[in-house]
């Protein structure tokens, strides 16, 4: 770490910076606890609406995890979405095709065909 005041490089003594030149001193930055668990993460990805429910629960106490909880939620939102609107473009073109896609006579026909 460089000193505020004088730009030079700092030492640790105990749970503070000391400056070797100016005497400054600063308190080390305290790690922080708000790491989200594994647990919450794949929760919020297989559970979006636990996770928003999550983030609501967290926004005021703990707002990093509500961010982080709030992100994978819609990012699982989104690509269950997408995923979706995929589905049901490739039955649509499938059916307008000729194809009757909860028909299961394409899939024996398939099966029995001879080449």
Do not use: H
Request: net charge positive; aromatic share 14%; charged share 15%.
């Amino acid at each position: 770490m460089t000193c505020p005041n004088c730009k030079n490089q700092m030492r640790v003594e105990g749970n503070e910076y000391v400056c070797s030149y100016c005497g400054t001193r600063v308190n080390k930055p305290q790690q922080s606890n708000n790491i989200l668990s594994d647990k919450y993460q794949w929760y919020a990805f297989i559970f979006p609406l636990l996770g928003f429910i999550l983030y609501f629960k967290w926004r005021n106490t703990d707002p990093a995890k509500a961010k982080t909880v709030l992100k994978i939620s819609l990012v699982s939102l989104i690509g269950g979405l997408i995923i979706a609107v995929i589905g049901i473009v490739v039955a649509y073109v499938l059916k307008i095709n000729g194809y009757d896609v909860l028909d299961n006579s394409l899939m024996i026909n398939f099966i029995t065909y001879k080449f």
